[in-house]
């Protein structure tokens, strides 16, 4: 079955830090993959997202390309924040079914200034 | 109101009490979700709604009942809750089948606390 492997966490960095958060994915046919984030007391947000091989999903300093040769999304950010501080979500849709998203476990973010 | 609303954002019960969770989505979606997202553990897709229909239910126990009255609504109904089902419980809906890939979109969640 359709499976997401994100790093573990905690992540602590400090401000103005590069950010690269890891995101394996095992999946059938062509599934679109995305990065959700889960601030503190809220629901989970769509950051960004990428259909289809090579596709670059980006969004508030955030990008991930999307590799089929590696089966990868991992998400960057060039310089956090302490606002970026959160849960971040790797998931996947499989086009087979099309009312799944898989979820990865979680990767907890703290941005000290 | 825009979006995925949840009502009530924060919910104590006792085990015996019998409680509702809402979620009204505006967005025009076709397919609704409730998660659970407990500590320490995955996100946990419950049920799935799609044109009012239930599509996938994950083995939840029966203390949980959903209802889906229509495509813009979603309901859980708790009763005899135990204290381990303490958790945030997260609804979503989509559009199955377009060309976002079913990107889901998500309510701010109800904090559930059983005692």
């Known amino acids: 079955g359709d499976s997401v492997t994100q790093m573990e966490g905690p992540v602590t960095l400090s401000e103005e830090a590069f950010l690269t958060i890891n995101c394996t994915y095992t999946?059938?046919?062509?599934?679109?993959l995305f990065w959700y984030v889960q601030y503190p007391g809220e629901g989970l947000q769509l950051l960004l997202k990428a259909t289809k091989a090579d596709d670059k999903g980006s969004n508030k300093g955030f990008e991930a390309t999307y590799r089929k040769e590696t089966t990868s999304f991992h998400l960057e950010k060039g310089s956090v924040q302490v606002s970026d501080s959160a849960v971040y979500f790797c998931?996947?849709?499989?086009?087979?079914?099309?009312?799944?998203?898989?979820f990865g476990k979680g990767t907890l973010l703290t941005v000290n200034p | 109101e825009t979006g995925v609303t949840q009502t009530p954002r924060h919910l104590v019960m006792g085990m015996t009490n019998k409680k509702s969770l809402k979620c009204e989505q505006h967005?025009?979606?076709?397919?609704m979700y409730w998660y659970k997202q407990s500590a320490k553990k995955p996100l946990e897709l419950m049920f799935v709604y799609s044109l009012e229909e239930r599509v996938e239910n994950n083995s939840v126990p029966s203390r949980f009942s959903p209802e889906c009255p229509n495509s813009s609504h979603l309901f859980l109904h708790l009763h005899t809750l135990q204290p381990e089902d303490s958790a945030l419980y997260l609804c979503?809906?989509?559009?199955?089948?377009?060309?976002?890939?079913?990107?889901?979109?998500f309510g701010p969640g109800t904090r559930l606390t059983v005692l």
């Open positions: 979503a809906s989509s559009q199955p089948g377009g060309r976002s890939g079913n990107e889901q979109f």
């Open positions: 999946a059938t046919g062509y599934p679109s």
């Open positions: 998931a996947l849709s499989d086009g087979g079914s099309n009312y799944k998203l898989t």
């Open positions: 967005l025009g979606h076709n397919a």
